[in-house]
């Protein structure tokens, strides 16, 4: 193993990716595999056909059907991998996302949101997006003595309100204040070497948000010209732009960081605007 490898390796780690059949979780299985990891992505959609086409390069990869909301199956997938692998190193929450219901529009006032709209997001992102699957897997993670790393998914809004999504806003900031939680919970209680990061992606053009940043003819709608405006960098993320930053946070390159919430965002979080 050479230098750089010595700290960035995944090889013989275990990595559990919920939501990874999605556009970024399917992405970061890819990386982590790449990097060496034996990846299982969990997922209500798509696990198949994704697990399929990673190990069609090469990647150690099982797909598992897995609702985040469901402890019991998240219990059996985490029991099925500590069976075979003897332990869990990596998790990454990837499951989340918002809804058109709980957005406010011309058709759809702030006065008007239905609670179950905006329940279904708090809970997607908070509950099943990261608390639960935190302690399923969180149970296994403790005991591994060297440790492991857990990644959440927060978002730009976790640090700014954005208009328009206050569940989703509201779900993500209280996802960066979990994974801070989190962080100083386990490791006082339980596992000095297992950490707890998040990563918050800017704007990467994906199902969930597509309606917003785009018009039916795939023009910027107002709103996605306002970003890229508001983005130094001047451009949407891509998926990949997430991995090494992944690779980075599951690997024992960042071995003494854990509570932090990593913006991904071509310094969208950084300019005033001015
Ligand atoms: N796309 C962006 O610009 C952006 C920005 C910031 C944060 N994020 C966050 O990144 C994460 C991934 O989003 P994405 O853009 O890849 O969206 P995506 O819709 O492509 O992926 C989300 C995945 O979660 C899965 N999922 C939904 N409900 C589930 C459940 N009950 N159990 C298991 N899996 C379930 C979906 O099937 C899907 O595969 C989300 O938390 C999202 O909020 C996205």
């Known amino acids: 193993m050479n230098y750089v ?46 697990s399929e086409n990673l190990k069609n390069i090469g990647i150690k990869i099982e797909g598992e059907y897995l609702d985040v909301f469901d402890k019991n199956k998240i219990e059996e997938v985490a029991k099925k991998i500590v069976d075979k692998y003897g332990k869990i190193d990596i998790l990454v929450n990837a499951a989340g996302g918002n809804i058109k219901e709980a957005t406010t529009s011309s058709e759809l006032s702030f006065f008007d949101l239905p609670l179950s709209a905006l329940e279904k997001v708090v809970a997607l992102n908070l509950f099943g997006g990261a ?111 997430l991995i090494g930053v992944c690779i980075f946070l599951a690997s024992d390159a960042s071995i003494f960081i854990t509570g932090t919430v990593i913006p991904i965002d071509g310094g969208f979080n950084a300019y005033s605007g001015v």
């Open 131 to 241: 608390i639960l699957p935190c302690q399923v897997f969180g149970k296994y993670m403790v005991k591994n003595e060297n440790g492991g790393s857990i990644i959440n998914i927060s978002s730009m809004n976790a640090f700014r309100p954005l208009t328009r999504i206050p569940g989703y806003s509201a779900a993500k900031a209280a996802v960066s204040n979990f994974t801070q939680w989190l962080a100083v919970h386990f490791a006082m209680e339980y596992n000095k070497k297992l950490r707890v990061n998040a990563i918050a992606p800017g704007f990467f053009l994906t199902e969930q948000n597509r309606y917003l940043l785009l018009d039916e003819k795939g023009n910027l709608t107002e709103r996605g010209k306002s970003i890229i405006l508001h983005t130094p960098m001047g451009r949407f993320g891509n998926p990949e732009d």
């Open 5 to 50: 490898e010595k700290f960035f390796s995944l090889e013989d780690k275990v990595a559990i990716i919920t939501g990874g059949g999605g556009i970024l979780g399917s992405e970061i299985a890819k990386g982590l595999g790449l990097a060496g990891a034996e990846v299982i992505i969990g997922d209500i959609k798509k696990y198949k056909d994704v």
